[in-house]
């Protein structure tokens, strides 16, 4: 599975944007997706996760009733659309995608990664 994540920005705060992974590859395969992001200096820490047919969702505390994640199955695409948008929104945003069972939570759960897109959000 390959992942391609975009849209990424520079927003003031209050702002929005919405992210894109596009999946390419085995993607029947896959159990459920999940954003994850780093900002400098921290550890990377769980947004949001979808399993593969949309029925469940999960979010971090910090962006609940901010974000929305969705699943586009005919486009293999997952979206992240995020609203509010705060200065600790600031960071480095990872797709990932996972094919077993596992918390949707754990970064160690997921098996494909792709490379991440900047969100900065200014005050």
């Known amino acids: 599975v390959q992942l391609q994540a975009y849209g990424g920005g520079l927003v003031q705060t209050g702002g929005s944007l919405r992210l894109s992974c596009a999946a390419s590859g085995r993607t029947f395969s896959t159990d459920g997706r999940g954003w994850f992001r780093q900002a400098p200096g921290k550890e990377r820490e769980f947004v949001s996760a979808?399993?593969?047919?949309?029925?469940?969702?999960y979010y971090a505390d910090s962006v609940k009733g901010r974000f929305t994640i969705l699943v586009d199955n005919p486009k293999n695409t997952v979206y992240l659309q995020m609203n509010s948008l705060k200065p600790e929104d600031t960071a480095v945003y990872y797709c990932a995608a996972k094919i077993h069972s596992g918390s949707y939570y754990l970064a160690s759960s997921y098996d494909y990664w792709g490379r991440g897109t900047q969100v900065t959000v200014s005050s």
């Open positions: 979808i399993t593969w047919n949309g029925d469940s969702t």
